[in-house]
C-alpha cells in the first residue's frame, strides 16, 4: 500500500508540474493540487488511498526532518539586505506583532472552548499562528504589489516559524503532563528549556564551522559547484541529529544553524541551496497530500460550528489587529498595514505542528482537538487568501495608476 501511495502522490505531482504553467492561470499551486488529490483519493467510506498515521513506523521523526529542513532554508534564504533596510519594521512585526498574535490566539481559544486545559490551548495557539507563504505565493510574486511589502512578508514568514518553534516545545512539554502534576509542570518546562538550549549550542556550532569551511574551501578553489550543494544539505541534517543526540530538539538546531551559516552562503555559487530548496519543496509537497486525508477525515466525521468560528478569527483578527497596533507610527500607508495585517497564510509549519501536537498529546489530552482545529483553520487560510490574492492585486494596481506617489519606499 505504501508503494502504490508513493506511485500514486509522484504521479500527482508529475502532472501538475506538466501542466503547471496552465495552473498557474487558476492560482492552483503544488501544495494545493496535492491536497486536493488527497482529499479525492481518501474521501469516502472506502477510499482508494488510507495512511494510519498513528501506526506508521518512524512518522514522527520524518516530520520532524521535514520541518527541520524547512525551517533551515527559511533561515538561509531570508535576505539580509531587507533586514537592514527594514529593520524597524521586522523588529515590529516580530518583536510586537507576532507575541500579540500568540496571546490573542489563546484568549480567543479560551473564550471559544473554556473546557480545554489552558496549555492545550496554548500548543494550539503555537499551531494556528505560523505563517507559510507557499499557499498564497502568487502574492509574493505578484509586481502589481510594492516590492517593499512583498519583501517584509519573505522575511516574516522566513523567521517567524523558527521564533514560534521554541514557544510551540515549552507548551507541548507543558501539556503533555497531567493537568494535576504542578511539579511535572515545572520539570516539564526545565526540560524544554534545556532542549532548547542544546538545539541553539549544537545548530550555532554546526553553522558556523560548516559556514567558515565551506567560505574558505570555495575561495581556495578546492569544491566543486555541485559539491556545494550536496555540503549544504548535510548541514541541518548534522544539526538535526548532533542535537537530538544531545538531547535538544532537532529542528530548533537546524533553524539555528541556518541562520548562522547564512552569511557565508552570500560567498558561495546562487544555487548552492537550491537542492536542499528543492526536497524539501518535495517532502512538503507529501506533506500536503497527507493533509489532505486529514481534511477527509474532519469532514466525513463533522465539525463544530465553534471550531470553524475560531478558525475564522484565527486567520483574521487575531492576526490583523496586532500587526495594526504594532506598525503605528511606521511610514507604512494604512492600506499598506492592512495589507501586512491581512496576508498571513498559514500552511505546511501549521501542518507539521498540528501533526506533532497530535503525536505528543494523548487524544484526551487534546491531541485530535489541536488536530481539528488546525485543518480547519488552514482549510479557512487557503480559501481566503487564496480567493483575495487577485483582488489585493488589482487594488494596488489601481492605486498606483490614480496616485503619482508609489506605496512606501517600494
Not at 121 to 150: K, N, Y
Not at 166 to 193: H, K, M, Q, R
Not at 306 to 323: F, G
Request: glycine share 10%; proline share 5%; hydrophobic share 55%.
Amino acid at each position: 500500500m505504501v508503494l502504490i501511495a508513493v506511485t500514486v502522490i509522484a504521479g500527482i505531482l508529475f502532472t501538475w508540474c506538466v501542466l503547471s504553467r496552465r495552473l498557474a492561470l487558476w492560482s492552483v499551486t503544488a501544495p494545493i493540487a496535492m491536497m486536493v488529490a488527497g482529499i479525492a483519493l481518501t474521501s469516502g467510506s472506502d477510499p482508494p488511498l488510507v495512511f494510519d498515521l498513528g501506526d506508521m513506523a518512524g512518522f514522527e521523526h520524518a516530520v520532524e526532518v521535514v520541518l527541520a529542513l524547512l525551517l533551515f532554508v527559511d533561515a538561509t534564504e531570508v535576505p539580509a539586505g531587507v533586514i537592514r533596510r527594514e529593520r524597524s519594521v521586522v523588529a515590529r512585526l516580530l518583536g510586537a506583532a507576532l507575541p500579540l498574535t500568540l496571546g490573542a490566539a489563546f484568549l480567543v481559544a479560551l473564550a471559544f472552548f473554556p473546557d480545554r486545559p489552558g496549555w492545550v490551548l496554548a500548543v494550539l495557539a503555537t499551531v494556528v499562528v505560523p505563517l507559510d507563504l507557499a499557499p498564497a505565493a502568487a502574492v509574493v510574486r505578484d509586481e502589481r504589489i510594492p516590492a517593499r511589502l512583498r519583501e517584509v512578508l519573505t522575511v516574516e514568514g522566513g523567521l517567524s516559524d523558527g521564533i514560534v518553534s521554541p514557544v510551540f516545545l515549552l507548551c507541548v512539554a507543558a501539556a503533555a503532563e497531567s493537568p494535576t502534576a504542578g511539579d511535572d509542570y515545572a520539570e516539564a518546562l526545565l526540560g524544554a528549556v534545556g532542549a532548547a538550549g542544546w538545539a541553539v549550542g549544537a545548530g550555532s556550532l554546526v553553522g558556523y564551522v560548516s559556514g567558515s569551511l565551506l567560505r574558505r574551501s570555495w575561495a581556495r578553489g578546492w569544491m566543486l559547484s555541485a559539491a556545494t550543494r550536496l555540503a549544504v544539505l548535510s548541514v541541518p541534517i548534522a544539526a538535526y541529529t548532533l542535537s537530538t543526540a544531545l538531547g535538544g530538539n532537532g529542528f530548533v538546531a537546524s533553524f539555528v544553524a541556518g541562520v548562522c551559516i547564512a552569511p557565508a552562503m552570500r560567498h558561495l555559487p546562487e544555487d548552492t541551496v537550491k537542492m536542499t530548496d528543492d526536497l524539501v519543496t518535495l517532502l512538503t509537497l507529501g506533506l500536503w497530500f497527507l493533509f489532505g486525508q486529514l481534511v477527509s477525515d474532519e469532514f466525513w466525521d463533522g465539525f463544530h460550528l465553534s471550531v470553524v468560528l475560531y478558525a475564522l478569527l484565527a486567520v483574521t483578527l487575531v492576526r490583523l489587529v496586532p500587526v495594526m497596533i504594532a506598525l503605528i507610527g511606521t511610514d507604512l500607508s494604512l492600506s499598506d498595514r492592512l495589507f501586512l495585517g491581512w496576508m498571513g497564510p498559514r500552511g505546511v509549519t501549521s501542518v507539521v505542528f498540528g501533526l506533532l501536537a497530535a503525536i505528543e498529546l494523548p487524544a484526551a489530552g487534546g491531541g485530535d482537538f489541536v488536530s481539528r482545529v488546525m485543518v480547519i483553520t488552514v482549510m479557512v487560510s487557503i480559501v481566503l487568501h487564496g480567493l483575495s490574492a487577485e483582488p489585493v492585486g488589482r487594488l494596488y494596481a489601481r492605486a498606483r495608476r490614480t496616485s503619482p506617489e508609489p506605496s512606501g519606499k517600494g
